[in-house]
């Protein structure tokens, strides 16, 4: 089954005069238990496509089907709430709140969602259990490596029991043993039967998938 269909899907960006093709007529699909890296220099246009992956953004044509639901006739309620219940997120720069420590910063989109006090301890500690943090919960992300800081960001996203993974540059800011660590993970996730889709300019990184999709000039190469 597809839980991801694109059909032709195309992204305009008009700035003043000018008109920034930024994706060109993409079709993609991806089914439950992939793990797909999308590759590309900087400007190919791999970051506009995972914004739309994430419904972070909108084609400018074409289709979008996520989870079989036409993600272009959602309404930004219903956009928000399929976002927040089918994908994690994981960022190149981890986005955690550095006043929080590990355990609140994974806490946090549950108090979002409404989950129970109980519920989120136990979903918490075992979320962080699961990346090897479990000595860590209340630790800050200044006391934390860039290794630990990007397992938490894997743990918040696991947290809300995502079925797919999006994964921008997760290596960009880890020395390499961090970054082996962190692409061991998500091949673990991968094998539990999470979705994976990665973006990365990184050849090594995108060897680790089981999928390589090369973008260039906001186009699919191969």
Excluded: W
Aim: proline share 3%; aromatic share 4%.
């Amino acid at each position: 089954m597809n839980i991801i269909e694109l059909k032709n899907v195309s992204k305009v960006y008009k700035m003043g005069k000018t008109t920034l093709n930024a994706l060109s007529d993409i079709s993609v699909n991806v089914k439950s238990g992939d793990f797909i890296a999308i590759i590309g220099k900087s400007g190919s246009g791999k970051s506009t496509l995972m914004n739309i992956l994430g419904c972070l953004d909108v084609p400018t044509s074409g289709e979008y089907y996520l989870c079989g639901e036409n993600v272009g006739k959602m309404t930004e309620n219903h956009l928000s709430d399929i976002r927040n219940r089918k994908i994690g997120f994981i960022f190149q720069n981890f986005n955690l709140i550095t006043t929080m420590s590990a355990y609140e910063n994974v806490e946090l989109p549950l108090i979002y969602r409404g989950v129970s006090p109980v519920l989120r301890k136990s979903i918490v500690t075992k979320a962080l259990k699961s990346v090897g943090l479990s000595s860590r919960l209340d630790h800050k992300p200044s006391e934390l490596s860039g290794g630990q800081q990007q397992r938490v960001a894997i743990a918040r996203a696991l947290a809300l029991s995502p079925q797919i993974i999006l994964a921008d540059e997760p290596t960009g800011n880890l020395d390499t043993g961090s970054g082996e660590d962190v692409m061991n993970l998500l091949s673990e996730l991968n094998e539990q039967g999470k979705t994976v889709i990665l973006i990365t300019h990184d050849n090594g990184v995108a060897n680790k998938a089981k999928t390589k999709i090369e973008i260039s000039d906001g186009k699919i190469v191969s």
